[in-house]
């Protein structure tokens, strides 16, 4: 098993583009979560799925986030436009809601 | 304000010293977990402890749940260059888990 796949890892826009991260999770989890990583703020849940479904996005920032998990085989993480306070490194994990969370290597963002 | 708070927030000690890190709230937890995260990489979990008072050991890492089940700590005996990273703490209780910030640690040769 691959284990957790993320893309892209590294990912460099200007502010007022569009950016998707996605996520390719490990098989046989329910739940799927994305984070938001930063100095200041630590890692933080924006929003998690269960069984595909999206259950609590009150960690999402603003409207600019939106997020999809069209099957359990793929997720996105959508920033529309994005700002310079939007860098941060985005980590996607599967898991548990209190248990074992499987975390991908991450998408460092930097938005100019 | 951050549900979980861990001390200290940098730590940089030489090999072969001996080292206490701490994660604390006013919750009470049903669970609490360690992740180590490694520059460039996600965080992995290191221990899972369940029930007030338990300590477990890994090799030279002890973790020890608090008695009220609010806080925990990690010693590292004799630590190496290999235990740096950030040391994430993560607190469940009912159907939701929190991270406190971390410690990073750096170990020098």
């Known amino acids: 098993d691959a284990g957790v796949i993320q893309s892209p890892r590294h990912e460099v826009t200007e502010m007022g583009q569009e950016v998707t991260l996605r996520c390719k999770p490990i098989?046989?989890?329910?739940?799927l979560f994305w984070y938001r990583q930063t100095m200041m703020r630590g890692l933080e849940l924006l929003i998690y799925f269960n069984n595909n479904v999206p259950i609590d996005d009150s960690g999402m920032p603003e409207d600019r986030f939106s997020a999809k998990m069209p099957n359990a085989s793929f997720s996105t993480l959508k920033i529309q436009p994005s700002e310079p306070r939007d860098s941060a490194v985005y980590f996607c994990?599967?898991?548990?809601?209190?248990?074992?969370?499987?975390f991908g290597p991450g998408t460092r963002l930097t938005v100019l | 304000t951050q549900l979980l708070e861990q001390s200290p927030q940098f730590l940089s000690i030489q090999e072969g010293e001996n080292l206490t890190v701490y994660c604390n709230s006013s919750?009470?937890?049903?669970?609490l977990q360690w992740y180590r995260q490694e520059p460039g990489e996600g965080p992995v979990l290191l221990v899972t402890v369940v029930t007030g008072g338990e300590v477990k050991k890994l090799k030279r890492l002890t973790f020890q749940f608090g008695d009220a089940r609010k806080d925990s700590s990690l010693h590292i005996t004799a630590a190496q260059p290999g235990d740096t990273g950030l040391y994430l703490c993560?607190?469940?209780?009912?159907?939701?888990?929190?991270f406190g910030a971390g410690t990073r640690l750096t170990v020098k040769p």
């Open positions: 993560a607190g469940a209780k009912e159907n939701d888990m929190r």
């Open positions: 919750s009470v937890f049903s669970s």
């Open positions: 098989s046989g989890h329910d739940y």
């Open positions: 994990a599967v898991g548990g809601l209190a248990d074992t969370q499987y």
